[in-house]
């Protein structure tokens, strides 16, 4: 695949055969795509329960099952209607034009499949890459490799940790001083487990070296944590993507892949950038033979972040291999002004490899006037300069502007612009796709959202929001265990193990479920830590035999827990945080029959861990449904 044009793909064309890449920008429709084809498909000939549906976040993939099950009665309902004698016109759903088009008979026949397809849609297989996997495996028996009964994790990050300690103890008690430290150590087999298809290298490296040990450490916790999951009945997602490419390119593998496209005549993959050269595998050997129709839509400008682990280069290699590329040109979203500025700024660009290209794409409808209208600035894009020699701007002694400073000047500026934006009566169009108008509403909060590159950049243009008097959220702000709520959560627990210890109970007093401020710590009688003491200890009670839920609830009601976090800046954040923990505490100590001990243990570590956290629900929850800036 190179730079080079790529035809454009017509929903109504000849339905795709073989193997094919649709490259689609974003905004151009990736999932209404999806949910086109699979009506197609379905309305002409191909039973629902042989399509595949294939995304990559179980968020994802309950959005594109509700997408293609109201794409399949949307089309349903108009084949009904032209055959009652209303005849689709040049503004209706261009799939219902195309097969109202034909004999009534015909017409007829793709109803009554589109109609046996929806009572029969719990037969559908829309499933995340993991999920699909788990299920093959299954039906594929002992040739799947996968244990009866076994369970599968989303973290497994304590019993690496034991392995670690237990080979780093092996090694460093039989031959002295050890070479480099447990953290050190933990950290080479986290990434040698992560992974699992990388070589370990240096393998040349002498046999007393470091970095021989590295390596030899790194070997042994592959080996050992696949024996220990295998003995405790685990897998993680990883295993499940590993096991089925083991099943499909081992002995057995054509046998398998067979019974796979037996069962699959066409499958339809969603977000494929997000993938990795694992999943491609399971593609290619499953469904590449080109008999099966394997249908692949995504962004490679996406791919080059390896989001979700993914490998640009395994999306390059499906596009060279594929028999047929095209590319999503339509962007429904944004104005046909802003797409020809960012052509104009990105005209030619390569990112970092030919076939990875900046391609230009058109509004729909193709309208010249902006939806936007009386904003203090009409330009569809601008670029916000900070010059070095601005008075605000603290200089380095090299001459260079202080990035601290420089950041929170244009956390400031942005600050200050949006509230300029909503402060100026201007309003916001909302179309039709096909053109018209639907309502015209002034810019709230809401229609608003500010991109950063980190959390903490998040937080200063929160924070400057919030002196100009824009009410703001942060989305997507990283793992929650990474917030201070979590911390106190930490510190209520290590009370609660020992709530008979002087400085735990201090420790515990200051944070939101007690709510005491420093000065009630340092001036408190001896009475007040006797009491203090008592709920301490009837709360670990309550710990012991009702379990997290309980304990939250009971500390919810007792101190008025949400009354006097939102009446603090940062409250409603705070708040949602703490609750957020608190359910994943409970969901652990119900899972593992954990204590008070083990689940400070538990917590304690994931804390830790923060920066690994990727799994959505330990990502931060938005603290408001309200109308609010986006950041």
């Known amino acids: 695949m190179t730079a080079g044009a790529v035809g454009a793909f017509d929903i109504s064309g000849p339905l795709p055969r073989g193997v094919?890449?649709?490259?689609?920008?974003?905004?151009?429709g990736k999932t209404y795509t999806i949910a086109a084809l699979a009506a197609r498909y379905v309305a002409e000939g191909t039973p629902l329960e042989q399509l595949l549906l294939v995304t990559f976040t179980r968020m994802a993939t309950g959005e594109l099952r509700e997408r293609v099950r109201e794409r399949l009665v949307s089309v349903e309902a108009g084949l009904t209607a032209a055959l009652a004698g209303v005849r689709p016109g040049e503004g209706d759903d261009e799939v219902v034009r195309l097969l109202a088009d034909g004999e009534p008979g015909e017409v007829e026949a793709r109803r009554a499949r589109l109609e046996r397809a929806l009572s029969d849609f719990d037969a559908a297989t829309i499933a995340t890459t993991h999920g699909f996997c788990q299920e093959v495996l299954s039906g594929l028996g002992l040739q799947g490799d996968m244990e009866a009964g076994a369970a599968v994790v989303e973290d497994i990050s304590d019993l690496l940790a034991e392995v670690v300690d237990d080979l780093y103890i092996r090694r460093f008690h039989r031959h002295g001083q050890?070479?480099?430290?447990?953290?050190?150590?933990?950290?080479?087999?986290?990434?040698?487990?992560?992974?699992?298809?990388?070589?370990?290298?240096?393998?040349?490296?002498?046999?007393?070296?470091v970095a021989a040990m590295r390596v030899r450490l790194a070997e042994a916790a592959r080996t050992e944590l696949e024996r220990r999951k295998r003995r405790l009945g685990v897998l993680t997602y990883d295993d499940l993507l590993t096991r089925l490419e083991g099943a499909l390119t081992g002995p057995s593998g054509a046998a398998n892949a067979r019974r796979l496209r037996a069962r699959y005549r066409v499958v339809l993959v969603d977000e494929?950038?997000?993938?990795?050269?694992?999943?491609?595998?399971?593609?290619?050997?499953?469904?590449?033979?080109?008999?099966?129709?394997?249908?692949?839509?995504?962004d490679p400008k996406q791919a080059i972040y390896a989001f979700r682990g993914a490998d640009v280069y395994a999306y390059l290699d499906?596009?060279?291999?594929?028999?047929?590329?095209?590319?999503?040109?339509?962007?429904?979203?944004?104005?046909?002004?802003?797409?020809?500025?960012?052509?104009?700024?990105?005209?030619?660009?390569?990112?970092?490899?030919?076939?990875?290209?900046?391609?230009?794409?058109?509004?729909?409808?193709?309208?010249?006037?902006?939806?936007?209208?009386?904003?203090?600035?009409g330009a569809p894009l601008r670029v916000r300069v900070l010059p070095r020699d601005d008075p605000a701007v603290a200089l380095t002694p090299s001459g260079f502007a202080s990035a601290p400073a420089a950041r929170e000047l244009?956390?400031?500026?942005?600050?200050?612009?949006i509230a300029r934006l909503?402060?100026?009566?201007?309003?916001?169009?909302?179309?039709?796709?096909?053109?018209?108008?639907?309502?015209?509403?002034?810019v709230a909060p809401g229609d608003v959202a500010v991109l950063v590159r980190s959390h903490r950049t998040g937080a200063q243009v929160r924070a400057a929001l919030a002196e100009a008097g824009v009410p703001a959220v942060i989305g997507g702000?990283?793992?929650?265990?990474?917030?201070?709520?979590?911390?106190?959560?930490?510190?209520?627990?290590?009370?609660?193990?020992?709530?008979?210890?002087?400085?735990?109970?201090?420790?515990?007093?200051?944070?939101?479920?007690?709510?005491?401020?420093?000065?009630?710590?340092a001036c408190a009688s001896e009475e007040s830590w006797g009491a203090l003491h008592a709920r301490l200890h009837e709360w670990a009670e309550l710990l012991r035999t009702h379990g997290v839920a309980s304990l939250?609830?009971?500390?919810?009601a007792a101190e008025r827990l949400p009354g006097r976090m939102l009446g603090t800046v940062e409250g409603e954040r705070a708040l949602t945080d703490l609750r957020h923990v608190g359910e994943l505490l409970h969901e652990a100590a119900t899972a593992e029959h954990l204590g008070a001990t083990a689940l400070a243990a538990w917590l304690r570590r994931r804390i830790a861990a923060a920066e690994q956290e990727g799994d959505e629900e330990r990502s931060r929850r938005l603290e408001s449904d309200a109308a609010a800036v986006q950041v």
């Open 552 to 556: 939250a609830e009971a500390i919810t």
């Open 178 to 209: 050890p070479q480099f430290a447990r953290a050190e150590a933990l950290a080479i087999a986290r990434l040698a487990v992560e992974n699992p298809a990388a070589p370990i290298e240096p393998q040349e490296a002498g046999p007393e070296t």
């Open 410 to 417: 244009v956390a400031r500026d942005v600050a200050g612009d």
């Open 20 to 28: 094919t890449v649709l490259e689609a920008s974003a905004g151009t």
């Open 272 to 298: 494929f950038q997000d993938t990795d050269p694992v999943q491609w595998a399971i593609m290619r050997a499953a469904f590449g033979d080109g008999d099966t129709t394997l249908v692949l839509i995504g």
């Open 422 to 442: 909503l402060g100026s009566g201007a309003t916001l169009e909302t179309r039709r796709n096909d053109g018209t108008t639907l309502c015209t509403e002034r």
């Open 477 to 521: 702000a990283g793992s929650v265990f990474a917030t201070e709520p979590a911390r106190d959560w930490l510190k209520l627990l290590d009370a609660l193990e020992r709530p008979a210890n002087a400085v735990l109970a201090h420790t515990a007093a200051l944070t939101p479920f007690l709510g005491w401020d420093a000065e009630r710590v």
């Open 318 to 377: 499906a596009a060279r291999t594929a028999g047929a590329n095209a590319t999503l040109d339509v962007n429904w979203r944004s104005d046909q002004r802003l797409l020809d500025a960012y052509d104009a700024l990105f005209a030619s660009a390569q990112l970092g490899h030919p076939g990875i290209a900046y391609r230009t794409v058109s509004a729909a409808p193709p309208n010249a006037e902006a939806r936007l209208a009386g904003a203090p600035e």
